[in-house]
């Protein structure tokens, strides 16, 4: 037998294989893209749903489904964006919670988390020592440009006493430095000059708090004048 029909015939052997092999291959994974669909619309029900049980269980499932890398990054910003603006105030703090959880697990989640929150505005919690400091954020928040309001929430301002002689703003997350500087720079602007300080790597529960958070505190330094300082 020449050479040739042996190769013929080899050629015939391995697309006998191989054919059926790829069409299951094919099949197989449309049918887990089929399942991920159909696990990501059952979580959305869940979560949009009008029982308050139903909703905690859907956000149990998009953590399952954040540790098993089934969830891109943009379906994470949405769902982040609608719990932002549902009218159940722990909806939000429940999915950061699983996010979390998720990221401690799979450290994929904890990049797709980080880059979910940047489309959204930064949190700056804000702690004064009095209420000429309380009635200063507030000024300076109605005087931001719109476009720079738009970029941060502000979900607190805490009372505190401390004996600060500067005006800080702390970043929690060394991937939030740049951001943390914009932030101090929109301040700036208005004449309130903050120091940014970097407590990733002083303060261990900073570890525990989800990115894109930001913290001002007011020290005893003077009031930038449009708080009527001097």
Request: hydrophobic share 45%.
């Amino acid at each position: 037998m020449s050479m040739r029909p042996m190769r013929e015939i080899a050629v015939q052997l391995l697309a006998t294989v191989m054919i059926p092999l790829t069409v299951a291959g094919t099949g197989l994974y449309y049918t887990r893209w089929q399942q991920n669909l159909s696990d990501l619309k059952t979580m959305i029900d869940l979560v949009s749903d009008e029982n308050a049980e139903k909703r905690k269980f859907g956000v149990a499932m998009l953590e399952y489904l954040l540790k098993n890398d089934k969830v891109p990054v943009e379906f994470v910003a949405a769902q982040l964006d609608y719990a932002n603006s549902s009218s159940d105030k722990q909806m939000l703090p429940l999915m950061e919670a699983a996010l979390m959880k998720a990221s401690d697990e799979n450290p994929a989640v904890a990049e797709t988390f980080r880059k979910a929150l940047e489309r959204l505005p930064s949190r700056l919690f804000v702690h004064a020592m009095n209420d000429q400091q309380r009635a200063c954020i507030a000024t300076m928040l109605l005087s931001l440009k719109d476009a720079d309001r738009s970029q941060i929430s502000v979900p607190l301002i805490a009372q505190v006493n401390w004996d600060g002689k500067q005006h800080e703003l702390r970043v929690l997350k060394d991937s939030d430095m740049e951001r943390g500087q914009a932030i101090a720079n929109m301040f700036g602007a208005l004449g309130l000059e903050l120091k940014v300080i970097n407590l990733t790597a002083i303060w261990d529960g900073a570890r525990k708090v989800r990115p894109n958070t930001f913290e001002l505190w007011f020290g005893n330094a003077p009031l930038p004048t449009v708080c009527g300082g001097t």
